[in-house]
C-alpha cells in the first residue's frame, strides 16, 4: 500500500503552511522507546491533519514529519533515504491498523503538526520532543495517555492499542498451559510474514516474558511484540521443550526451542529453529524439521537456512543444512552427510517476492535536478526560450484551497509529445511536473529523449558502479523534493518525467 498525494495538493499545502506557535502543558504519562534500525522506502503518509491537532474520546494518532523537516533531521544521504523508506513504510502498517480499528469505532488520526491537544483538559504533546520523527499516540479519552515513537509493524501496534484499550491479561493461567502438546513425533516448524500462516499460537502473559530471558522481555516491551506458544513436548519428569514464537528484527518472526526446568521454572538451554526475515536486499528463510526419538530425554532435529542477498545489483544465495542432537545436557551438532536439501522444502520461500534485479536506481545530483537546463533552473520562461514552435501556453487562474482570497496562477505549456504544468503564487513560487516523449527539450549535458542507455551511463558516472540498470533511473534532490524520472525501452531513453519539481 502506498498513500500517493496529487502533486498540485502538496504544492499548494508547502506554499501555504507557516511557522506553527508552540502551546505546552504539564504532561501527565509519556513513554518513549529508541526507532529499530529500517530499510529503504519511498516518502508516503495516509494523510495530514492541518494546524493543531486537537482530538477528544478515545483516539489512535499517527505522527510523521514534515517533508521540510526531513534534510534536517537527518543530514548524510544513506541515513536520509532510511528515514525516507521508514515513513513510507509506517504509513503502510499505520493504514493496515486503520482498517482493523473500523469496527472498533475509534477514531484514527494522521497528522505531521508539531502540537497534539488531549481532551478537555488539554494536555499537549509536542511531536518534535519525542526520541523518533514518526510514532503512535494513543488516548483513553479521559486522563492517560501513551506515546509511542519509532517505527514499528502492524502486528506491533495492533498488540500496543488491544493492551491499552481492550485487553486484561489473565494471570492465573500457568506458564505451560499456554502450550500445546505435540500431536506428532515428526514436527516442521517455520515462520511467514503471511498473515493467514503466521497467526498461530497462543499470545502468552507479558508477565512471563523474563522467563525467557531479560534481553527478549525489553525488546518486547520496548516495540510492543508479544511472545506465542506453539508446541511442548516432555523431556524428563522435570525437563520439557517450549516451542515459541519471539521478537525478531522487524516483528516476531523467530521460532526458538526451549529446554525448561520446571522445578527451577526457567530456561536452561535455548535454540532458534525458524526465522523469516526479508527486505528488498536481503531474505533470510530457516526451517526445522523434529524428530521425537525412542530414548527418553532425547531428540533431534534438522535445519535449513536459505539466505538471499543483492549486491550491486547482483544476486548471492546460500542454501544450507544443520543438525543437532539433544543429549540430555547440550545440543551437539551431528553431520549432515547423506542429507540433500530436496528432502527438506521450505514452507514459506516463495510466498513473497525474493530480491531481484532492481527494477528502479535512484541517484542524488544536486547540482543536475537544481539547475537542470543550460540556461538554469526549470522555469517556463527559461523553457520556451530554447523549445522549438509550435507550442502553446495556457494561464488559468486558480483558487489556493489554504490561503484565503489568494488566488494562484496555473501555467501549462504544451507542444505534441511535451507537457508541462506549472503553480505560480504571488512570490513566483513555482512547481512543476509534467513529461517529455521527443527529443524537443533538451537538458543540461546533452540529457534528451532518444539518447543512449550507454550515453547515460557515461553522464551520471554514479551508475557507472551498478552491474545492472534498469530501464527506470531517477535523478534527485537530498530531499527529494526535485525528482526527474528517465524511462528506457531496449537502449533508448523514451521519456523525462518532471515530479515533486518544487522551486
Known sequence: ?????????????????????????????????????????????????????????????FYVPKAGELNALIPDHASFEGLVQAIGDFAYYAGIVSDSLESRQIPVYYTDQHTIRLGPDQFTIERNENKAPMG????????????????????????????????????????EDYFDPANSTHLHIYSSHSDILNQVGRRIDPGYYPKFGQQLARRAGKYHM???????????????????????????????????????????????????????????????????GPDTGRFSFITRKKE?????????????????????????????????????PLKDWQSYQEPQLPSEIAIIDEDYVWLPLETGDLTWENIIME??????????????????????????????????????????????????????????????????KMDFIRIFEKLSSYQSIPDQIEVRSKTSDRIISYSFKGDTLVRIEFTNFIH
Open 308 to 344: 538471499a542477498r543483492m549486491n550491486q545489483g547482483k544476486r548471492v544465495e546460500t542454501d544450507s543444512l544443520f543438525r543437532w542432537q539433544w543429549t540430555g545436557s547440550q545440543f551437539k551438532p551431528l553431520p549432515v552427510s547423506g542429507l540433500s536439501l530436496k528432502e527438506f
Open 387 to 452: 523549445l522549438p514552435k509550435p507550442y502553446s501556453i495556457d494561464k488559468e487562474p486558480i483558487e489556493n484551497q489554504l490561503a484565503a482570497r489568494q488566488i494562484d496562477t496555473l501555467i501549462t505549456i504544451s507542444r505534441p509529445n511535451l507537457r508541462l504544468k506549472f503553480y505560480q503564487a504571488p512570490d513566483n513560487i513555482l512547481l512543476v511536473n509534467g513529461e517529455v516523449t521527443d527529443g524537443s527539450l533538451s537538458l543540461k549535458r546533452g540529457v534528451k529523449v532518444g539518447i543512449s
Open 1 to 61: 500500500m502506498q498513500h500517493r498525494i496529487d502533486i498540485l495538493v502538496i504544492g499548494v499545502f508547502i506554499l501555504s503552511c507557516g511557522p506553527q506557535h508552540q502551546q505546552v502543558k504539564e504532561r501527565k504519562l509519556t513513554e518513549s522507546y529508541p526507532e529499530p534500525a529500517s530499510e529503504t522506502v519511498e516518502q508516503s503518509a495516509p494523510g495530514f491533519v492541518d494546524k493543531v491537532l486537537s482530538v477528544t474520546g478515545p483516539s489512535v494518532i
Open 136 to 175: 503512535m499516540i494513543l488516548y483513553d479519552g479521559v486522563d492517560q495517555y501513551k506515546v509511542l515513537p519509532g517505527m514499528q509493524t502492524h502486528l506491533s501496534l495492533l498488540a500496543a492499542i488491544a493492551d491499552f484499550f481492550y485487553l486484561q491479561q489473565d494471570h492465573s493461567i500457568p506458564l
Open 226 to 292: 508479544s511472545l506465542f506458544a506453539y508446541h511442548k513436548f516432555n523431556l524428563t519428569d522435570s525437563m520439557k521443550v517450549f516451542i515459541c514464537r519471539v521478537p525478531s528484527i522487524y516483528d516476531e518472526s523467530s521460532v526458538k526451542l526451549y529446554i525448561w526446568d520446571s522445578v527451577v521454572e526457567q530456561v536452561v538451554d535455548e535454540m532458534q529453529i525458524a526465522e523469516n526475515v526479508w527486505n528488498e536486499q536481503w531474505i533470510l528463510v530457516k526451517d526445522s524439521w523434529i524428530t521425537l
